[in-house]
Nanobody
């Protein structure tokens, strides 16, 4: 059974940092496309960052330069380092993987497995 479990969310002040983790079990996330997706209240899901199987990262324009995606194959875990957080980053953040080499920021239905999400709230 494939499980993706996110952690690391919480309440942070504007300008602060958080690191999200996504631990995978029952599925090897090495060499496949992985991604982070968020959904704010009343808004559609949005691809935030993703990584191809070879480690090539991609970022949505509003987070580029502030967020960093990474993957630790030994721990079968992916991460999202988030710096300079803004109130508009407030959302439920999901990790996702797919049975393909390439990730995607746009076609979110291409992901085969999803975590349950971790809440990130940026507020003073």
């Amino acid at each position: 059974q494939v499980q993706l479990v996110e952690s690391g969310g919480g309440l942070v002040q504007p300008g602060g940092s958080l690191t999200l983790s996504c631990a995978a079990s029952g599925y090897n996330i090495e060499d496949v496309g992985v991604g982070w997706v968020r959904q704010a209240p009343g808004k559609e899901r949005e691809g935030v960052s993703c990584m191809d199987g070879d480690g090539t990262p991609y970022y949505e324009g509003h987070v580029k330069g502030r967020f960093t995606i990474s993957r630790d194959s030994a721990k079968n875990t992916m991460y999202l380092q988030m710096n300079s957080l803004k109130p508009e980053d407030t959302a439920l953040y999901y990790c996702a993987t797919r049975n393909r080499f390439y990730c995607t920021l746009e076609n979110l239905d291409y992901y085969d497995y999803w975590g349950n999400g971790t809440q990130v709230t940026v507020s003073s």
